[in-house]
Nanobody, 119 residues
Framework: QVQLVESGGGLVQAGGSLRLSCVGS???????????MGWFRRAPGKEQEFVGI????????DYADSVQGRFTMSRDSFKNTLYLQMAALKPAYTAVYLC?????????WGRGTQVTVSS
């Protein structure tokens, strides 16, 4: 089982930047490690939306079209930490940002961190 804890959310003005962090802890019996990690977001009154995924094996990130060029993920595999650098933020990005981590076919979720972008 993987435990994930997000941090770094807050209130920022439009055009500003934030960096979110997601720290993963591997509590699985075999300590297999965390494969891919990534982010979704959930805005008020909207469906949960994919933001991006960072694949450990490839050390690359894939992003939703809506954030491509504005968001960048990086991962410190030693610390099992995923970062989401967000730039040029828009009010439409206001949401709870949720981190996920995959271990084989199993996906675990953090509780989320609130990002509010004011106009």
């Amino acid at each position: 089982q993987v435990q994930l804890v997000e941090s770094g959310g807050g209130l920022v003005q439009a055009g500003g930047s934030l960096r979110l962090s997601c720290v993963g802890s591997d509590h699985s019996p075999g300590k297999h490690g965390i494969d891919s990690m990534g982010w979704f977001r959930r805005a008020p009154g909207k469906e949960q939306e994919f933001v991006g995924i960072f694949r450990r094996a490839e050390s690359t990130g894939d992003y939703a079209d809506s954030v491509q060029g504005r968001f960048t993920m990086s991962r410190d595999s030693f610390k099992n930490t995923l970062y989401l650098q967000m730039a040029a933020l828009k009010p439409a990005y206001t949401a709870v940002y949720l981190c996920f981590g995959d271990q084989g076919a199993a996906r675990s979720w953090g509780r989320g961190t609130q990002v509010t972008v004011s106009s």
